[in-house]
T-cell receptor
Framework: DAGVIQSPRHEVTEMGQEVTLRCKPISGHNSLFWYRQTMMRGLELLIYFNNNVPIDDSGMPEDRFSAKMPNASFSTLKIQPSEPRDSAVYFC????????????????FGPGTRLLVL | SQQGEEDPQALSIQEGENATMNCSYKTSINNLQWYRQNSGRGLVHLILIRSNEREKHSGRLRVTLDTSKKSSSLLITASRAADTASYFCATHGFKTIFGAGTRLFVKA
């Protein structure tokens, strides 16, 4: 398996622009997680999908952030409009979760998207 | 302090020595997982220990979990220069929470 695939790997944009990050989870996994990593705040869980349905989006910073999972093999995280404080590395992870719920099984991380908003 | 706090924040040792990292948390958990992150790369899962387990081994890794003290430790034995990385614990309960990480530097 190719593992979790994220694109783009690097994104540089100007404040106010829309940014779309993409993720392809590992085939057969039923859960997908979006994380953000910064020096100041560390790794933060933004949103978690199970069977394509958003289960917990309490980590999404504000209305400028939105995430979708139209099917089991694709998810997007969109920031509109982007701001300099959104600069971070955004990770997508997937897992095969059982009934115990989010994080009960091993999460496999993608390589991340390094976002810089000028 | 936030859930999943690692201690120490940074650790520098000689190749061949053992490295011990600790993690404390606050709420009840289903399991605790340790991850490694090399500079500029994604996280790699190392080991998962469930709340009803006390110790797990994987190669040179040994993880313990004390739910009464809400703490876990990761021991890397006979460290190698290639073990240089940041190590994170992540607690999984109602929410998934990562700690701030321990930066390990193994000198050759």
């Amino acid at each position: 398996d190719a593992g979790v695939i994220q694109s783009p790997r690097h994104e540089v944009t100007e404040m106010g622009q829309e940014v779309t990050l993409r993720c392809k989870p590992i085939s057969g996994h039923n859960s997908l997680f979006w994380y953000r990593q910064t020096m100041m705040r560390g790794l933060e869980l933004l949103i978690y999908f199970n069977n394509n349905v958003p289960i917990d989006d309490s980590g999404m910073p504000e209305d400028r952030f939105s995430a979708k999972m139209p099917n089991a093999s694709f998810s997007t995280l969109k920031i509109q409009p982007s701001e300099p404080r959104d600069s971070a590395v955004y990770f997508c992870a997937s897992s095969l979760e059982g009934l115990a719920g989010a994080g009960s099984e091993t999460q496999y991380f993608g390589p991340g998207t390094r976002l810089l908003v000028l | 302090s936030q859930q999943g706090e690692e201690d120490p924040q940074a650790l520098s040792i000689q190749e061949g020595e053992n490295a011990t990292m600790n993690c404390s948390y606050k709420t009840s958990i289903n399991n605790l997982q340790w991850y490694r992150q090399n500079s500029g790369r994604g996280l790699v899962h190392l080991i998962l220990i469930r709340s009803n387990e006390r110790e797990k081994h994987s190669g040179r890794l040994r993880v313990t979990l004390d739910t009464s003290k809400k703490s876990s430790s990761l021991l890397i034995t006979a460290s190698r220069a290639a073990d240089t990385a940041s190590y994170f614990c992540a607690t999984h309960g109602f929410k998934t929470i990562f700690g701030a990480g321990t930066r390990l530097f193994v000198k050759a």
